[in-house]
């Protein structure tokens, strides 16, 4: 290791921590699904939920059956499996379905839109409901969602209708309040609750089918709603789901447009604004749309049913544009698609509820993740001839790939009194210096620098070593993530820097 030894007043010691932006990255790999596997369930499959409940950390599925009058719940068993069909009956007619622990004893519930109302089914907390309870809502429920809509910290309920959208508020001991009902555009399989406005209040957004739009009913944070404003979408929106597509910190939207074959694509703008629809050619009859990175390149991508197909079409970019990944088989007329981590392995699979074959379909996420192998190095060199005589800090990280760098952060502290100065493009907070870079293609590199002047050192030896603490894609070598630069304080004008 070359020795670097100047003269110099006194000696100051710096770290610091470097973080690597984040931008939008393709997928470096192919998207890929193991073949579906299919499982029954009751008659008609309307929706299907994921959740753990009986607590073995296993996903398990729940499915509303529509005309069976039942759901269906099929315990995971492991490596993605699921056992065999325990039913229950939750009422007549139940057509959607949210998980949400309402009674607040640490269990999973479900609650379901059933003809009539809201149906309560406490989980047991071993895969089991007990004794189920209706509360009374305007007729013709479709989708239901469950969140936090009054920030009281307990779980609401909200129901789309034909004519609008029902608000039922929990009381956190399993029972719902009155609904109060909100007008909007009709018929949404879908129920989006979301701080679309971006004043940190919950707001909802639902398809139309009826009204080739969607609707957005801005929360006032006390479980009331605003009137519906509506931006178009193509035909027939019969499910919504929202993400940030785009990557600009803003909610965005998407529709499955039944009549048109497409999906619809509405960015926000802010201030519970959207733009203008984009439509993406899907096929015959979007029924579904859901949103998860399925490619794991860190950024949202669409899954849509294709109920006139039998298959589902993934799509993604990750910059408010997307092109086709993938057309993936399903059973007969898939109508709801979901996505989960049915396998726990922290990638998200797809599940479709088949209306005309009675079952549901699993896809499990097999396509490989994104890695970035980062190499960190430090050198620290003593610099003369300044009004201020310092050493000078130089961070380098290079990515050896496989894949882009997003993100990432190199992290190293300061010894006790030491400052540092001449921060170009860095940030100091105590003893922690923070330096942004851009992203790293492939066999790139960057380098950051900053200065410490020598102050009130006595004489001996200080190390200051760099490590990656975060980065994204994954590090899949972690032998390199860490450089350690070495000074010594010789006399009291020599410095020796290694």
């Known amino acids: 290791m070359t020795t670097r030894v100047r003269v110099l007043s006194v000696l100051a010691i710096a770290a610091t921590t470097l973080a690597v932006t984040a931008v939008p990255a393709s997928a470096a790999n192919p998207i890929t699904f193991a073949p579906r596997v299919d499982y029954s369930t009751g008659n008609h499959p309307e929706a299907v939920i ?5 607590g073995d950390g296993k996903t398990d599925l729940v ?20 056992g065999a069909r325990a039913s229950v009956f939750p009422g007549e007619e139940p057509t959607g379905l949210a998980a949400a622990d309402f009674n607040r004893d640490g269990k999973t519930d479900v609650a379901v839109t059933v003809a009539g109302g809201v149906s309560i089914m406490p989980g047991n ?42 608000v039922l508020l929990g009381a956190g001991d399993g029972t719902l309040g009155a609904g109060v009902d909100f007008p909007a555009g009709g018929y949404s399989r879908g129920v989006v609750l979301s701080d679309l406005t971006g004043d940190g209040k919950t707001d909802i957004a639902i398809g139309g089918f009826f009204t080739g739009a969607v609707s957005v009913l801005a929360g006032n944070g006390d479980g009331t709603f605003g009137a519906a404003t509506q931006f178009p979408t193509g035909a027939n929106p019969i499910d919504i789901a929202a993400g940030d597509f785009d990557g600009d910190g803003k909610t965005d939207l998407a529709t499955a447009d039944y009549g ?23 096929g015959l009859n979007p029924f579904g749309v859901a949103v998860a990175d399925l490619d794991l390149d860190g950024d949202h991508d669409l899954a849509v ?49 088949n209306r005309f074959s009675d079952g549901i379909s699993v896809l499990l996420n097999r396509t490989v993740p994104p890695a970035s192998d980062l190499s960190v190095g430090i050198k620290a060199t003593p610099r003369l001839g300044l009004l201020v005589p310092a050493i000078e800090y130089a961070i380098t ?25 001449a921060l ?62 070495t000074c010594s304080l010789i006399g009291n004008i020599i410095v020796s820097c290694q």
Not at 130 to 136: E, I, S
Not at 448 to 472: C, D, E, I, W
């Open 63 to 82: 499915t509303a059956d529509r005309y069976q009058w039942e759901l269906t719940v099929l315990l995971g068993a492991g490596a993605g499996t699921l």
């Open 397 to 421: 990280v290079r990515n050896a790939g496989p894949d882009p760098l997003r993100t990432g952060t190199v992290t190293a502290t300061l010894p006790s009194r030491m400052k540092a100065t």
């Open 125 to 166: 907390g071993d895969g089991t409901f007990g004794v189920r309870t209706v509360f009374p809502a305007s007729g013709g429920a479709e989708g239901i969602a469950a969140g936090d809509v009054n920030g009281d910290g307990k779980a609401d309920a909200v129901i789309s209708r034909p004519t609008g959208v029902t």
């Open 305 to 353: 049913s294709v109920s006139g197909a039998d298959s589902v079409a993934v799509l993604g970019n990750g910059d408010g544009t997307f092109v086709p990944a993938d057309s993936l088989g399903t059973g007969t007329t898939p109508t709801e698609v979901h996505t989960g981590d049915v396998d726990n392995d922290g990638r998200p699979d797809l599940v479709t509820t």
């Open 50 to 54: 994921d959740a753990d409940l009986n």
């Open 424 to 485: 170009s493009g860095c940030t100091a907070a105590g003893q922690t210096v923070t330096c942004p870079v851009g992203a790293l293609a492939v066999g790139a590199s960057t380098t950051r620098k900053f200065q410490v002047p020598v102050h009130l050192l006595t004489l001996g030896t200080y190390h200051v070593t760099a490590q990656r603490t975060t980065s994204a894609p994954a590090d899949p070598n972690t032998a390199n993530d860490k450089a350690k630069a």
């Open 260 to 282: 048109a074959g497409t999906a619809s694509v509405l960015l926000g703008a802010g201030g519970g604004v959207f733009g203008a629809p984009t439509a993406l050619p899907i």
